[in-house]
């Protein structure tokens, strides 16, 4: 189906139930499909991938329910461009955007005849592993591992989710490779799941409760971890968002308490705010004082989770 340009369209979306309580000014899931609403009609394809948000501005947070116009600007082998505009349920405009603009993609269809899909083992506990050294970089195998007696200080949490993390990926394309008197690597920094079991001398969680941890070797059924690697999932959070939080939090506070030794009243530049850092506002409150432009502001508004 041929798109001219400069076709208008116009859709109202609302947010999943289970995304309902987020707390984020531009939520990524209204933002994909509102830019990409008229991808969904029928007849309708487009091999492209978002390149550029040109323009984009945002009035206040976006509604759970919301109207789009959008107008094709461009459509043709080179990719496409559109611009839109949300409005909430009063008419109200709340963000535009002059052209997201989408490069065309070459597809390869990849012979999916043989399973590559991994086993999953019916033992009770199994773990995500990488291939033994020869077997191949980036071999990855589900392998059963048991459920061991716990330490005196140690908790079994069912896990439930897995952050997956920068070092993941260098350890599994053998980009990083194990050091002589290192702990044996792991995939999983950080996971979020539910106590299962607790040590003898553990008192401060109990069998039942959401938990969030940072460890070694995460993409397992249940892991053990010592207690004072855990801690109790926000209520507000969903499991998911819980399990990539550990690393990054700690990450700030590593590097702005332990290593540089922030002091009350001292000031701290935030750069861009797209990483851990930009956490700093929400894991020292009041350690510092912390500068920013009124851009970068806005941008680290609208993409908070947490407030």
């Known amino acids: 189906m041929a798109i001219p340009p400069r076709l208008r369209f116009f859709a109202t979306l609302a947010l999943p139930t289970v995304a309902a309580n987020d707390t984020i000014a531009l939520h990524p899931a209204l ?8 991808e969904q009609l029928p007849g309708f394809h487009t091999d492209s991938v978002p390149f550029l948000y040109q323009d984009l501005r945002l009035y206040r947070p976006l509604p759970n329910t919301l109207h789009v116009a959008l ?4 459509h043709d082998e080179e990719g496409d461009s559109y611009a839109f ?27 999916v005849d043989d399973d590559t899909r991994l086993r999953v083992p019916s033992a009770d506990n199994y773990q995500l592993r990488l291939a033994a ?46 050091q002589p008197g290192e702990a044996p690597l792991q995939l999983g920094l950080e996971c979020a799941g539910r106590i299962t079991r607790v040590g003898k001398n553990v008192t401060e969680f109990a069998p039942g409760e959401d938990v969030m941890a940072v460890l070694n070797g995460g993409f397992v059924q249940y892991a053990r971890v010592e207690s004072d690697c ?7 959070c969903r499991i998911e968002q819980a399990a990539a939080l550990p690393i990054a939090y700690l990450t700030a506070y590593y590097a702005l308490v332990v290593r ?9 530049l935030i750069h861009s705010a797209a990483g851990a850092l930009a956490w700093l506002r929400y894991i020292l409150p009041n350690a510092a004082e912390h500068r920013s432009s009124p851009q970068q502001v806005a941008s680290r508004n609208a993409i908070t989770c947490f407030r």
């Open 31 to 38: 933002l994909d499909i509102a830019s990409s609403v008229v």
């Open 71 to 74: 107008t094709v600007n461009r």
């Open 133 to 178: 050294e020869g077997e191949g970089a980036g071999k990855l195998a589900l392998c059963p591992t048991p459920r061991l007696a716990l330490g005196d200080s140690q908790v079994e949490i069912e896990v439930l989710a897995t952050g997956l993390n920068f070092k993941d990926v260098l350890f599994t394309t053998g980009l990083l490779r194990q």
């Open 230 to 236: 855990v801690v109790r999932k926000p209520a507000h």
């Open 260 to 268: 540089a030794n922030l002091q009350p009243g001292e000031r701290v």
């Open 85 to 111: 505009t949300l409005y909430d349920m009063a008419g109200e405009m709340v963000a535009r955007c002059a052209a997201m603009v989408k490069h065309k993609v070459q597809l390869h269809i990849q012979d």
